[in-house]
Structures are given as C-alpha cells and as structure tokens.
C-alpha cells in the first residue's frame, strides 16, 4: 500500500474579492501536475475566497484515437520524451518511465475515478484528483488500472472519514461515474477546450476569462488582480 500524504491547511478569513474557477484538466496532463504547487499558492495569495469546480477533460480516450500534432505524440513511447521535457521546464518531478515500463491505456477510467468521488462531496473529488495523479506522475503507477484507482480512493477514505469506499466501488460499476463523466466531456466540447489546464475564471456576473496552460503563480495573480480589481 502506498502512502499519501497532503498538507492540512487551516482555512484563512479573507475580506478580498471571491472568484469562482472551472479548472479543465485531466489526471494524465503533466503540466497539471506542475501547475498544483502553482494553484496551491494562489489560494494562499489571492486576497478572496476561490470557488472551485472540477472539469475532466478526457485527454486519452484510447491510442488508436489518440494523436497530438503539436508534441508529435501518437504512441506511448512518444509521450515520455515530452513528460521529460514538462519536467524540465516546470522544475518539478515526473515518471516518465511509466511511457515505457507500463504504459496507461486511457485517462478516462482515472477521469470517470474522479467524479464518482466527486459525486460524494467536492472534497473527495479535489483530493481524489490530487492523489490519482501523484500516483501516476510521482509514483509511476498505471492509473488505468482498476486496482490502481481502488487503491487511490483508500488514501482518500484515510483522510476522508466521511468518504465511502463502498459507494465509490458501486459508483464506478454503475453509470452514474460515467454519466458524470460524460457531461464535462460534452462541457470541454462545448467550450471548445483542447489543451490542459485551462482555468475558466469568473466574478459575479462578469464574462470571465479563460487562461491556458501552465502559468506561475506571480503572472496568475498579476493576471487576475487586472481584472478583478479589489
């Protein structure tokens, strides 16, 4: 069994602006994973309250289906050089021998993982997202794999009490994961969303305005605090 362990943070009264963030990613997106100690910060810095919500992106159905022109990435052995290169620019640690050791078929069983924990509380869905990818991008587990995500979701029950690890199996066997699944796939669609993260950011009744990929913490706030002046 692997062993998870996150900082517990006191909340923090703020008196500043609250904003209210889409975050469009995908267990399996290596800049999401860079972007975490990023959006850990911003939630320290940012003078407001942030409202968050989740949306699964589906970044690999499956690799017959599965081409990026823009990396040059259409089979799993191509996909490590580009991890590697993610690593590198982001200064933080990624498996990427996972591309070759034991390559994972498909993100959607590790999206469909996350909304059925999702389905309990959102607490259980941010922290299944968090564990599920620092399984695969610090551990180099195959997150693909049943046994794998069943695991994921114990570490949760750890910190979780309320978190049923019953409900969870029952969920992903029936098609209330899957349903869940499917309406952020049609929302990604919808918004016409192909690259991850992508944060959708929102004041009241304000427009918004959609930031992508990954973004240090000072241009995110610089960014933010242009448009939603104190």
Not at 68 to 86: E, I, K, L, T
Not at 161 to 190: C, H, I, P, W
């Amino acid at each position: 069994m692997i062993s998870y362990n996150q900082e517990s943070t006191s909340p923090e009264l703020k008196s500043g602006p609250a904003i209210d963030i889409v975050y469009y990613t995908d267990p399996l997106c290596c800049w999401s994973w860079g972007m975490e100690p990023q959006l850990i910060r911003l939630e320290k810095e940012w003078p407001g309250a942030i409202n968050w919500r989740y949306c699964m992106g589906g970044l690999l159905p499956a690799w017959n289906h599965y081409v990026d022109n823009h990396n040059s990435v259409q089979r799993p052995a191509q996909m490590g050089p580009m991890w590697m290169h993610a690593s590198e620019e982001m200064d933080v640690p990624i498996a990427n021998r996972i591309w070759v050791d034991d390559p994972p078929a498909s993100s959607y069983p590790a999206c469909i993982a996350v909304k059925c924990a999702e389905l309990q509380s959102a607490e259980a869905g941010k922290l299944y997202l968090h564990f599920v990818r620092k399984a695969v991008m610090m551990y180099g587990l195959n997150i693909a794999r049943q046994e794998i995500l069943l695991q994921v979701a114990q570490c949760v029950a750890g910190i979780n009490k309320e978190f049923s690890l019953t409900q969870f199996e029952e969920d992903m066997t029936n098609d209330r994961g899957m349903e869940a699944f499917r309406t952020d796939l049609q929302e990604v669609k919808y918004r016409g969303i192909n690259r991850f993260p992508t944060m959708l950011i929102k004041q009241d009744t304000s427009t918004g305005i959609l930031i992508t990929g990954f973004r240090p913490v000072e241009e995110l706030l610089r960014i933010l605090k242009e448009k939603f002046p104190q």
